[in-house]
């Protein structure tokens, strides 16, 4: 059974640009939700999907969207880059119906 | 929507003792409530939950309490070890497999 992986570890991106993170779940699980960790913070709910659909989203403008494929894989991408964006950006999944959610180990984006 | 408050934000305490970690919630509809451990550069991992049907849980030297009527749980970790020490967070949630509330987390720390 594999784990969460997310790619890539590390990203340094400017205001005003745009980025896309990736997140592969564990192996059977088809709900991934994404998590923005700021430094000495605990994570904070962006969105979930199940189905290739958005099932849920936290309190996260617009320029924050994202995607689920078939093989349950996600993308999250974030628009026009602001210097609050600067993260740790965590993916989790998990089983529709199940509480248990299992942490990717997170891509960190530095905006300059 | 739901706010996770955690206490104390640092602890220090000796190897073989005990320590505490509280936290309290508002959303009287949350029934999920896991703790996750997260170590320095790495990615958060579930290390007990509980639902809340259930008043305690134990495994091992951890052991989680839930008061529901407080609004109030409690992670306990007996016998701490200097491999204890991270930063502990606890969350919440209304469903099974949504959107986690997290507190924003308990830096342990274990001196021998």
């Known amino acids: 059974e594999t784990g969460v992986t997310q790619s890539p570890t590390h990203l340094i991106k400017t205001r005003g640009q745009q980025v896309t993170l990736r997140c592969s779940s564990q192996?059977?699980?088809?709900?991934v939700s994404w998590y923005q960790q700021a430094l000495g913070q605990g994570p904070q709910f962006i969105f979930q999907?199940?189905?290739?659909?958005?099932?849920g989203r936290g309190n996260f403008p617009p320029r924050f969207s994202g995607l689920q494929f078939p093989n349950y894989s996600s993308e999250l991408n974030v628009n026009a880059l602001e210097l609050d964006d600067s993260a740790l950006y965590l993916c989790?999944?998990?089983?529709?119906?199940?509480?248990?959610?299992?942490f990717g180990p997170g891509t960190r984006l530095t905006v300059l | 929507g739901e706010n996770v408050e955690q206490h104390p934000s640092t602890l220090s305490v000796q190897e073989g003792d005990s320590a505490v970690i509280k936290c309290t919630y508002s959303?009287?509809?949350?029934?999920?409530f896991p703790w996750y451990k997260q170590e320095l550069g790495k990615r958060p991992q579930l290390i007990i939950d509980?639902?809340?049907?259930?008043g305690e849980k134990k495994d091992q030297r951890i052991a989680v309490t839930l008061n529901k009527t407080a609004k109030h749980f409690s992670l306990h970790i007996t016998e701490t070890q200097p491999e204890d020490s991270a930063v502990y967070f606890c969350?919440?949630?209304?469903?099974?497999?949504?959107?986690?509330?997290f507190g924003k987390g308990t830096s342990l720390l274990v001196t021998p």
């Open positions: 999907y199940y189905r290739e659909e958005e099932n």
């Open positions: 192996s059977g699980h088809n709900t």
């Open positions: 509980i639902r809340s049907n259930v």
């Open positions: 989790a999944s998990s089983l529709v119906g199940r509480d248990e959610q299992f």
């Open positions: 969350a919440a949630s209304p469903n099974s497999g949504y959107a986690l509330n």
């Open positions: 959303d009287s509809a949350s029934n999920y």
